[in-house]
């Protein structure tokens, strides 16, 4: 069994064959085999956007995806939802010495599958080994470079309107709850596959389908609830959500009910949510319906004129409940 | 999981809101025991939903928030020992002790795992020969049995190096002591569904017995406490004194005869100590002579030092629905999830937690 060992990451000659062996087989394309210091791009005709993230998940491979796939897939996602057509991707890795080297070669893998599939280019990247102990097997930084083609085109909260309307595209909670049940420690029993997913192509058909898209963001950290309050935070309108129309999956809500966890608070990496027009969301709801990642799309809210800047939530009988930024992190409860 | 759904049925919920409307004559005041209790009625909305004369209060019903300062100090002194591997259930971990919490002293790297069940903790004894691995027995009812039947397999598997820091608490010996305070007029009670389905019906007959209270014992999705809600009014109304089951579901009369089987076997009722209530007489649970060796105060020499509940923190009032979050001088602005003053601000389950997350005035 071959390992990441430190020389793997001293710049030497053990790090050059790692690089040629994984990273340029798997990455390969013209500005990444520049093989220089930096890679030059050509010129942008547009807007560019740019967004870094990086990738600490445990564990590194779960049910729906790897550490691979959601540094790749997260990243896209975001220049995505800023209304970007992702360009290039840069990784970094971080590496535990000792990681098995067909562990990191199907994390590559897997990252070089994402990356084609959403037709980006890989274009720089950086390996280090730390000591033992020093990171949890592997973490990964992704930046992703993006144009935006249409000059006109800026999505934010100040474009929000009242009357407005929310969609999402599907269930929630599915990331985080699939995380949390294959945690070793947490022994728990259950089959719940993350929406690790790539946004890109259903978030194109959206942006063609209507010209009244106020802001669109994926409810990745802290869930829906925490992303509406981010949005909503500097617009001076309210967002009230009905709970009869999000769609939380049986086996994702019981695992929730039993860790006293809020689905609208936990993880999706395969998920928009989108502020439009209310003379366009049935329009924007039918495209994104017939985009496999957007079948279960709803309507799930609307936008309301307070001057409160809040996030409501009309429950299933009628009684309201504000959902608040989340605060600190989730836990297991007691009974 | 079965038993959602069919419990969430908002047409249903409706008819017995009408009905509470209509029925609801008098100010009525409603007491709730279990934290899921208070976090369900919250997040399904239900206060909004009720006539403006039935109150809602929340009694000493989350295990993180009558648990007493001491024992998290105790916990932490307990955690900077080399030797040791702290366990705990998640939620304890942010309360605040004097000047520290568990999280805190985690990021320090001391050696505290989160687990959801003592089991788990026994198993790590088992990996780690070396350590004590000493569990946060906390809880009520529902966690007793299981570290009961933790510590009764340590016992038995002789595992030498697992221990127990004790502060399990039983239920209707508590609720007793709030009804009798003079400063709290409770009209009725909502039974803490997951302490019935172990213990049963029988333990809390005293209340309408010996107290004229009436109470309801119930489940967890908004139908079954909107049922209970119903029932109390209407008991209130009769002046008719019983303790209904409408968790049968889950509550048989007799209980969990196994599970009370395991918690008597290992445990004795004891005093406890409840943060803001004091010390109350039969409270509590300790462990009985052949398994006070997995008693952590019985290996560990620990000093503990009581300190006293922060300056201007309510924690008892509120904990005996005396009075609201909203009334403490610390509430919002000193202490809030962010820096928390009480475990009442922390917990999930907690009743500050609770007003400051819901914005409830």
Redesign the interface.
Known sequence: MEIITLSHGSGGKTTHKLIENLFYKNFKNDILLQKNDSSILQKMNGKVAVTTDSFVIKPIFFLGGDIGKLSICGTINDLAVSGAKPMYITVGFIIEEGLEIGILEKIVMSMAKMAKQANVKVIAGDTKVVEKGSVDKIFINTTGIGLIEDRQLYLCANNIQEGDKVIISGSLGDHGMCIMSQREELGLDANIKSDCNLLNTLIKDILNTSKNIRIMRDPTRGGLATTLNEIIAHSNRSIVLNEKDIFIKEEVMSMCQMLGFDPLYVANEGKVVVIVSKDDANKVLDTMRGDPLGKNATIIGEIIDDNKNRVYLKTDIGGTRILNMHDGELLPRIC | ?KY?KEF?D?KL??KM?NDIWHNTKKDITIMEVC??HT?SI????????LPPNINLISGPGC??CVTPQWYIDTAIALSERDNVIITT??????VPGKSSSLKLEMALGRDI?????PL?ALEMAKQNPKKEVVFLG???E??APIIALSIYKAKNENIKNFSILQSIKTMPNVMKEVVKDPQVNIDGFLCPG?VSAIIGVKPFEFLSEELNTPAVIAGFE?CDI?AAIYYLVDMANKEKYEVKNIYNRIVKYEGNEKATAMMNKVFVLSNSEWRGLGNIKDTGFKMKEAYKNYDVKSKIDIKIIPSPIPKDCLCGEILKGIKKPTQCKLFSKVCN??NPIGACMIS??GTCGAYY???IR
């Open positions: 999981m959602i969430r908002p919920a409706q809101l934290g899921t976090m919250l997040k399904n909305g239900i206060r909004d939903l295990p993180v259930f998640g939620d304890m971990i942010k795992r989160i687990v959801i069940s788990d906390i809880g009520f529902t966690t997951h908004y909107i999830p962010s999930q389950e997350k819901y914005k």
